[in-house]
């Protein structure tokens, strides 16, 4: 069955996700995620977008984002997968895929205060849904931009948290409540198929990965894992909505060290 095409509008805020391949948890290290950020603020040099809401989990990323045109949109995802694919399979001594299958994204004019209101919070409240944390702070959402009214050098406000208040402080107050009112819905238990039963207990041998010629298709001389300017971009990013800016620098400088053990 052929894929049914987009449906992209002018003035339009699109909610995507993207899972990684099989739904691997391939999102955990601090270093992919940091990577992550300086991919999203390349992408962003290339194509201008706007970002207004942003959350890396552990095996998938949900973005709310606007491009400035709307035919931009599968160009701004083609080359950010393929970008964040190459340096992950790489930093992670992979091979494949690395996302899976098509993104998915669902839009809405940007007038829809109600519905661009439940989408920011509904990716916010990613991480406490999937019970990772009590608050909202998170390293890797830009939630503390909106609570604190910071700046992380990616993500800006959207219209619908600015119609909040008739001052910034107004709207950081309403949408701080708005949070707080919110219950996540139970997912549907996942279904049998069949075969399941047998599948049960099942022990598959894999093969050790190894780094494939291919892999090497990205210019890797672009930058290296240490590269200042990769930390800079998630350092500003971080700090800005981060719960506790002294865990997240004590985290950010582990793995400056990590990186600098390596290349001795």
Not at 17 to 25: A, S
């Amino acid at each position: 069955m052929p894929r049914q095409p987009r449906q992209l509008q002018p003035q339009y805020s699109y909610h995507v996700t993207n899972r990684c391949n099989n739904r691997e948890f391939r999102l955990t290290r601090s270093e992919c995620r940091q990577v992550f950020l300086y991919a999203i603020k390349k992408a962003q040099n290339k194509y201008s977008f706007k970002l207004y809401a942003l959350c890396i989990m552990s095996n998938h990323v949900h973005y709310l984002l606007e491009p400035t045109l709307p035919e931009d949109l599968p160009k701004i995802m083609h080359w950010l997968n393929w970008y964040t694919a190459m340096c992950f399979n790489r930093m992670l001594n992979r091979t494949g895929h690395f996302w899976e299958k098509r993104y998915h994204s669902t839009g809405f004019a940007n007038t829809d205060k109600r519905r661009a209101l439940n989408t920011l919070r509904y990716i916010h409240a990613n991480p406490k849904a999937a019970g990772m944390q009590q608050g909202f702070f998170y390293d890797f959402s830009n939630y503390g931009i909106h609570d604190r009214l910071s700046e992380d050098g990616i993500t800006q406000w959207h219209p619908a948290f600015l119609a909040l208040g008739k001052t910034l402080d107004e709207c950081a107050a309403a949408y701080r409540k708005f949070c707080k009112k919110y219950r996540p819905k139970p997912k549907p238990e996942s279904k049998n198929h069949w075969g399941s039963r047998l599948l049960v207990g099942l022990k598959v041998k894999g093969k050790s990965k190894k780094a494939s010629p291919g892999q090497m298709s990205l210019p890797w001389g672009e930058w290296e894992a240490e590269d200042p300017e990769i930390l800079a971009v998630a350092e500003k990013f971080i700090f800005a909505n981060c719960y506790n800016p002294q865990v997240a620098g004590s985290i950010l400088a582990e793995s400056g060290q990590q990186c600098q053990v390596s290349e001795t």
